[in-house]
């Protein structure tokens, strides 16, 4: 992955990771790692975890959160969806991916990973 955040010469790719536990985003348990993580990013556009520009999140993510902030972000775009894991959340992706699409400018592409 850090090949590839390098070789993005045109800020085109943006990459998440998420580091899943019990708790939701914006947790108070999960509040303090996730500012810590917030000001190093913005003073050195470096991840504390990664240790390079793709973002790490402490907590399960929002899915339609995160896909409507993508609509909002990038719109009239193609935007690609990879994704290597569970079954469970497999279907869940792709539903958010056909749903987002029908009901916007954004034609979101799901794309299942095998490692």
């Not at 943006?14 to 303090?32: F, I, K």
């Not at 907590?59 to 994704?83: C, D, E, T």
């Not at 469970?88 to 987002?100: A, D, H």
Request: charged share 25%.
């Amino acid at each position: 992955m850090d090949d590839i955040a390098e070789s993005d010469q045109h800020n085109i790719i943006e990459m998440h990771n998420y580091l899943t536990c019990v708790y939701e985003e914006g947790d108070a348990r999960s509040a303090l790692i996730a500012m810590v993580q917030k000001l190093q990013h913005a003073k050195n556009g470096v991840d504390i975890v990664s240790q390079s520009k793709i973002k790490t999140h402490f907590a399960r993510p929002n899915w339609g959160k995160v896909f409507s902030q993508l609509a909002a972000a990038h719109k009239s775009s193609r935007i690609g969806v990879f994704y290597c894991g569970s079954a469970t959340l497999t279907k869940t992706l792709r539903n958010l991916c056909q749903e987002f699409s029908m009901e916007s400018s954004i034609r979101f592409h799901f794309h299942k990973e095998k490692f």
